[in-house]
C-alpha cells in the first residue's frame, strides 16, 4: 500500500502550493461549496517519491506524466491508466463526500524492473525483429501464483461498445473477435469456478471512445466504448474509468479503452515482428476497468496485471490466478 503524504508538506515546492490553491477554489466553486476549501493530497508512486512533483493542475484538471483527468464532482473519481512498452502509469483522482480531492500515482517503468529486461521489446528498435511466442513469464506461476491488487471499485454490468474507426489495417477484419476474446477471458481462467460477471458485447458503434490522443480522460457517456486512437503518447492502451460511490461502494459509471495506432498490433500467434498482442492488451485495460491494479512486474511476472508486456508475446491472453482471485474476491463465482 502506498503511502499518502500530505500535499502541502514542507517541501512542496511554492509552486505547487499555489497550483493547489487554484484547484481548491475551483472545485469549491463548481460544487457551489462556499466553505471547507477541499483539500488536495497525492499518493506517492510505488519506487520514486520524488515523481510527485510532476502532478499538476491548472485548476480544473489534473496532469501526471501524460495523462490528464478533470477534476470529479464530489462523490465521484476517474482513473487514468496507460500500458506502454516501457510499463505502465495511472492516475486516480478521487472526491469524497466531504469535497477533499485526492491524487494517487502510479508508475512503473523498465528501471524499477530492470531484472525483468527480456519481457521489455523496445518498439523503436526495429532491427530486432521477434516472432510471436507463447512461452509466458514464469509460466510455471501462471495458475500458483495468488497475488492481485484491487483499485476498489465495481463494474455491476459490463455491457461494451467496439468503434472500428480508426482501425488499423493489419487487424480491421479480426480485431473485434480479438477484443472480444480478450473480454471473455476476464471471466474464467486455471481451471476455477467461473467469475460471476458476464460481459456482453453491445456490437459497433460509432459513439467515440473518450480518450484524447495525448491521453487524457475526455469525458464519460456512460457508455463503455473500446476503440482506436492515434495516439501521440508512449502508450499502447489507455483506459478512463469514472466511479462513484453508491451506498458507500465505488461504482464504475462508464469506462473507455483507447488502443494506439501509432503502435502495431497483430491478433493471430505467429508472423509477428514488433507488434504487440491485441487480445493481451485488451485483457489488461479491462482489468483496470473492472477493479485490479498492477502488481509488481519482478515479484509477480506471470499475472496479467504486471505493468509490462513485450512485443510478440501472447502469453497473458488469459488471466494468472492473481488477477483471478482479484476479480473473483469483488465479483464472487458462481
Ligand atoms: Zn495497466
Same mark, same amino acid.
Given at each position: 500500500?502506498?503511502?499518502?503524504?500530505?500535499?502541502?508538506?514542507?517541501?512542496?515546492?511554492?509552486?505547487?502550493?499555489?497550483?493547489? $490553491?487554484?484547484?481548491? =477554489?475551483?472545485?469549491?466553486?463548481? +460544487?457551489?461549496? &462556499? !466553505? *471547507?476549501?477541499? /483539500?488536495?493530497?497525492? %499518493? #506517492?508512486?510505488?519506487?520514486?517519491?520524488?515523481?510527485?512533483?510532476?502532478?499538476?493542475?491548472?485548476?480544473?484538471?489534473?496532469?501526471?506524466?501524460?495523462?490528464?483527468?478533470?477534476?470529479?464532482?464530489?462523490?465521484?473519481?476517474?482513473?487514468?491508466?496507460?500500458?506502454?512498452?516501457?510499463?505502465?502509469?495511472?492516475?486516480?483522482?478521487?472526491?469524497?463526500?466531504?469535497?477533499?480531492?485526492?491524487?494517487?500515482?502510479?508508475?512503473?517503468?523498465?528501471?524499477?524492473?530492470?531484472?525483468? $529486461?527480456?519481457?521489455? =521489446?523496445?518498439?523503436?528498435?526495429? +532491427?530486432?525483429? &521477434? !516472432? *510471436?511466442?507463447? /512461452?509466458?513469464?514464469? %509460466? #510455471?506461476?501462471?495458475?500458483?501464483?495468488?497475488?492481485?491488487?484491487?483499485?476498489?471499485?465495481?463494474?455491476?454490468?459490463?455491457?461494451?461498445?467496439?468503434?472500428?474507426?480508426?482501425?488499423?489495417?493489419?487487424?480491421?477484419?479480426?480485431?473485434?473477435?480479438?477484443?472480444?476474446?480478450?473480454?471473455?477471458?476476464?471471466?474464467?481462467?486455471?481451471?476455477?469456478?467461473?467469475?460471476?460477471?458476464?460481459?456482453?458485447?453491445?456490437?459497433?458503434?460509432?459513439?467515440?471512445?473518450?480518450?484524447?490522443?495525448?491521453?487524457?480522460?475526455?469525458?464519460?457517456?456512460?457508455?463503455?466504448?473500446?476503440?482506436?486512437?492515434?495516439?501521440?503518447?508512449?502508450?499502447?492502451?489507455?483506459?478512463?474509468?469514472?466511479?462513484?460511490?453508491?451506498?458507500?461502494?465505488?461504482?464504475?459509471?462508464?469506462?473507455?479503452?483507447?488502443?494506439?495506432?501509432?503502435?502495431?498490433?497483430?491478433?493471430?500467434?505467429?508472423?509477428?515482428?514488433?507488434?504487440?498482442?491485441?487480445?493481451?492488451?485488451?485483457?489488461?485495460?479491462?482489468?483496470?476497468?473492472?477493479?485490479?491494479?498492477?502488481?509488481?512486474?519482478?515479484?509477480?511476472?506471470?499475472?496479467?496485471?504486471?505493468?509490462?508486456?513485450?512485443?510478440?508475446?501472447?502469453?497473458?491472453?488469459?488471466?494468472?490466478?492473481?488477477?483471478?482471485?482479484?476479480?473473483?474476491?469483488?465479483?464472487?463465482?458462481?
Amino acid at each position: 500500500m502506498r503511502n499518502l503524504l500530505p500535499f502541502r508538506s514542507a517541501s512542496a515546492p511554492a509552486s505547487t502550493v499555489a497550483a493547489l $490553491a487554484a484547484v481548491t =477554489a475551483a472545485v469549491a466553486v463548481s +460544487a457551489g461549496i &462556499a !466553505t *471547507a476549501p477541499a /483539500a488536495f493530497t497525492t %499518493a #506517492a508512486p510505488a519506487v520514486d517519491s520524488a515523481v510527485d512533483s510532476t502532478v499538476t493542475n491548472d485548476g480544473q484538471s489534473v496532469s501526471y506524466q501524460g495523462l490528464t483527468v478533470r477534476v470529479p464532482a464530489v462523490g465521484e473519481g476517474v482513473q487514468a491508466a496507460a500500458q506502454s512498452t516501457s510499463g505502465d502509469i495511472s492516475l486516480t483522482v478521487t472526491r469524497g463526500a466531504d469535497g477533499k480531492v485526492v491524487v494517487k500515482t502510479d508508475a512503473h517503468t523498465h528501471d524499477e524492473d530492470g531484472e525483468h $529486461a527480456d519481457e521489455h =521489446a523496445d518498439e523503436e528498435s526495429a +532491427a530486432q525483429a &521477434a !516472432t *510471436a511466442s507463447s /512461452a509466458r513469464p514464469s %509460466a #510455471a506461476k501462471t495458475c500458483t501464483d495468488k497475488a492481485y491488487a484491487l483499485a476498489g471499485w465495481k463494474l455491476p454490468s459490463f455491457k461494451w461498445y467496439y468503434n472500428p474507426a480508426g482501425a488499423p489495417a493489419s487487424v480491421r477484419s479480426t480485431a473485434a473477435s480479438a477484443i472480444s476474446a480478450g473480454t471473455s477471458a476476464l471471466v474464467k481462467t486455471c481451471g476455477q469456478k467461473s467469475i460471476r460477471l458476464a460481459p456482453s458485447y453491445a456490437g459497433q458503434t460509432s459513439a467515440g471512445v473518450q480518450v484524447g490522443k495525448a491521453g487524457n480522460c475526455t469525458g464519460n457517456d456512460g457508455r463503455n466504448v473500446i476503440g482506436w486512437r492515434a495516439g501521440s503518447g508512449r502508450w499502447l492502451g489507455m483506459t478512463c474509468t469514472y466511479f462513484k460511490t453508491i451506498n458507500g461502494k465505488k461504482t464504475v459509471t462508464g469506462t473507455d479503452t483507447a488502443l494506439n495506432t501509432q503502435y502495431k498490433f497483430f491478433t493471430a500467434t505467429k508472423n509477428c515482428t514488433n507488434a504487440y498482442d491485441l487480445q493481451s492488451v485488451v485483457l489488461h485495460e479491462r482489468g483496470h476497468s473492472l477493479g485490479l491494479n498492477h502488481v509488481s512486474q519482478s515479484a509477480h511476472a506471470s499475472a496479467v496485471m504486471t505493468p509490462a508486456l513485450s512485443a510478440c508475446s501472447v502469453g497473458k491472453r488469459t488471466l494468472g490466478l492473481g488477477d483471478y482471485k482479484g476479480l473473483a474476491a469483488t465479483y464472487g463465482v458462481r
